[in-house]
T-cell receptor
Framework: DSGVTQTPKHLITATGQRVTLRCSPR?????VYWYQQSLDQGLQFLIQ???????AKGNILERFSAQQFPDLHSELNLSSLELGDSALYFC??????????????FGEGSRLTVL | AQSVTQLDSHVSVSEGTPVLLRCNYS??????LFWYVQHPNKGLQLLLK??????LVKGINGFEAEFKKSETSFHLTKPSAHMSDAAEYFC????????????FGQGTELSVKP
């Protein structure tokens, strides 16, 4: 158990809808990262927050947004969903900015299916 | 730009035989390199990391990897495979001070036959 909790584990919704994925980082970790894993794109970095502030952005679509709250939990909001958004969304956390250490602790993911 | 290429999408070995998962990297800077493992329906777990210290890196569960700058490689090895090693393995590169922006390879699925 990594200590990172993601909810929901599974989510099925329709095109055009909006969903929110939630992540609770390990106790004491200030950094939260979101990754998307799909069959065609593999694992892709979406966005990173550190202590409530956005620190790095990857291949995140404009329809997606995220935030980190004062209690350090994070939410990833996906709107105007398309079939291609179906994927496994991972949250990870680290104590500090992971930088070269690469020591991220991953949750078990939220599997999103868009029908 | 940084990238990693995992040379095999699928590797199959027999239990008790050696494991070799191949990874080549490309980086304009001194890279930090990692191997992560993903068991079915689980999150990713760090196996080992190279961050410019010793070129031979030992990780968990008997895995190790050797950083070879001249070959731009970071292959993952294990002397003797166990059934529990069956999983997806990801070679990962990052640049120091890039936060958690890890760049993942496409993954190698390791199957272990009894």
């Amino acid at each position: 158990d990594s200590g990172v909790t993601q909810t929901p584990k599974h989510l099925i919704t329709a095109t055009g809808q909006r969903v929110t994925l939630r992540c609770s980082p390990r106790s004491g970790d200030l950094s939260v990262y979101w990754y998307q894993q799909s069959l065609d794109q593999g694992l892709q970095f979406l966005i990173q927050y550190y202590n409530g502030e956005e620190r790095a952005k990857g291949n995140i679509l404009e329809r997606f947004s995220a935030q980190q709250f004062p209690d350090l939990h994070s939410e990833l909001n996906l709107s105007s969903l398309e079939l291609g958004d179906s994927a496994l969304y991972f949250c990870a956390s680290s104590e500090v900015l992971a930088g070269g250490t690469g020591e991220l602790f991953f949750g078990e993911g939220s599997r999103l299916t868009v029908l | 730009a940084q990238s990693v290429t995992q040379l095999d999408s699928h590797v199959s070995v027999s239990e008790g035989t050696p494991v070799l998962l191949r990874c080549n990297y490309s980086s304009s800077y001194s890279p930090s390199l990692f191997w992560y493992v993903q068991h079915p329906n689980k999150g990713l777990q760090l196996l080992l990391k190279y961050t410019s210290a010793a070129t031979l890196v030992k990780g968990i569960n008997g895995f190790e990897a050797e950083f070879k700058k001249s070959e731009t490689s970071f292959h993952l090895t294990k002397p003797s495979a166990h059934m529990s090693d069956a999983a997806e393995y990801f070679c990962v590169v990052s640049r120091y001070n890039q936060g958690g922006k890890l760049i993942f390879g496409q993954g190698t699925e390791l199957s272990v036959k009894p």
